[in-house]
């Protein structure tokens, strides 16, 4: 089973910064973290993903710590469509590679 | 990047029937995966697709219940025989063309057993 630890769900005021938390602690040199996020009654969606530095694309930044045993994903100006349950995601074993396994993540509640 | 199609996207079904849901992609992947999400609940892996050979099972998840077919590298059906409510559920699946790249999910087929 994945092997992160997130807070089960998260308010956010409309167009402040949403910081989600994530614990890998067990994490292995080559293992990548992901984050994912799903819209109610949607498919997941791909945030972004890191190996040990810090990322950043158009939705989020990632910032990884130096030991690399938790993760923030940071929404910079969170909006009322940011409200879904994001799921942050670790590679369990070498070789189940292409494998996805999925924890609990944490509902974040976007408020106006 | 990968599209992802499911059919049908949800459905009412009788206790005791079968339904079978189809994922089309539109490149060609090497492997494809299922899960399940329960109702309020986060995802779980049921099998890995492989084309050419047998589904690989995730525990507690066998073959009689969710064969799966792999006829090509763009298509896979996923079946959930015999039905009971408790498989009411939102199937998806999902794709991930290359190592240390995301993964792709289709938007799920949303089942309701009665």
């Known amino acids: 089973d994945a092997k992160t630890t997130q807070p089960p769900s998260m308010d956010c005021a409309e167009g402040r910064a949403a910081n989600l938390p994530c614990n890998h602690s067990?994490?292995?040199?080559?293992?990548?973290v992901y984050w994912y996020r799903q819209i109610h009654s949607q498919g997941p969606q791909y945030i972004i993903h890191?190996?040990?530095n810090n990322e950043t694309n158009e939705m989020a930044s990632l910032i990884i710590t130096e030991d690399r045993k938790s993760s923030t994903l940071i929404l910079p100006h969170a909006t009322l469509r940011d409200t879904a349950v994001y799921y942050c995601i670790v590679r369990v074993v070498p070789y189940n590679f292409n494998k996805f396994y999925f924890g609990s993540g944490t509902k974040l509640n976007v408020k106006p | 990047s990968a599209v992802i199609s499911q059919k049908p996207s949800r459905d009412i079904c009788q206790r005791g029937t079968s339904l079978t849901i189809q994922c089309q992609v539109d490149?060609?992947?090497?492997?494809m995966f299922w899960y399940r999400q329960q109702p309020g609940q986060s995802l779980t892996l049921i099998a890995t697709?492989?084309?050419?050979?047998?589904?690989?099972?995730e525990s507690g998840f066998v073959i009689d219940k969710f064969p799966i077919s792999r006829p090509n590298l763009t298509f896979s059906t996923l079946t959930v025989s015999n039905m009971s409510p408790e498989d009411s559920s939102i199937y998806l699946c999902?794709?991930?063309?290359?190592?240390?790249?995301?993964?792709?999910f289709g938007q799920g087929t949303r089942l309701t057993v009665v």
């Open positions: 697709a492989n084309q050419g050979s047998e589904a690989t099972y």
């Open positions: 490149s060609q992947v090497t492997m």
């Open positions: 067990t994490i292995s040199g080559n293992e990548y």
């Open positions: 999902s794709v991930r063309p290359f190592v240390n790249t995301e993964a792709f």
């Open positions: 890191g190996l040990k």
